[in-house]
C-alpha cells in the first residue's frame, strides 16, 4: 500500500499531474477519485476510485487492483469470503464468518477496513 500513497502524494509531482494541483484535488477533478463517505471514528473524509482511475492513472489503478486482489485472497485464506474458482468468472461471496463479530474483532484495523470494503463492494454489486 506504500507504494500506492507514493504514486498518490508524490512530493516530487512526478505522477504526470500539474505541479500547483495537489493530487487528491486532481482525481477529484478528473472525475477518478469521488467522496464515499465520513470516517466514523476520525471524521475525515473517505474517497473512493470511480472506474475513470484507469485511464486518469493507470498505474494507480494497477496498483490499487493488486492491493485489492491481495485482500481479497488474505480474506478468502482466513475464511472471512468464499471464492467460487471452477467458474469462467470466479465469484466472490461473504461467508458467515464475515458477519461474526467476535472474528472480525481479531482481525488488524487495516483488515476489518478491507472487509469492510469487500462487503461494500459486493452489496453495490447487487444493487
Do not use: C
Not at 477529484?28 to 484507469?54: C, M, R
Not at 471452477?86 to 487495516?110: C, G, H, M, Q, Y
Amino acid at each position: 500500500m506504500g507504494k500506492l500513497f507514493r504514486m498518490i502524494f508524490d512530493p516530487e509531482g512526478n505522477n504526470g499531474m500539474p505541479q500547483d494541483i495537489p493530487t487528491i484535488d486532481y482525481l477529484i477533478l478528473q472525475g477518478a477519485v469521488e467522496v464515499a463517505g465520513i470516517d466514523d471514528n476520525t471524521g475525515e473524509l473517505l474517497y473512493v476510485f470511480s472506474p475513470k482511475i484507469k485511464e486518469v492513472m493507470p498505474e494507480l489503478y494497477a496498483e490499487h487492483m493488486n492491493y485489492v486482489n491481495r485482500e481479497i485472497m488474505n480474506m478468502w485464506e482466513n475464511g472471512f469470503v468464499d471464492i467460487d474458482f471452477i467458474s469462467d468468472e470466479p465469484s466472490v461471496t461473504l461467508s458467515d464468518k464475515a458477519f461474526d463479530i467476535n472474528e472480525i474483532s481479531r482481525l488488524s484495523k487495516e483488515q476489518q477496513w478491507s472487509l469492510q470494503e469487500i462487503k461494500r463492494m459486493l452489496l453495490k454489486i447487487k444493487l
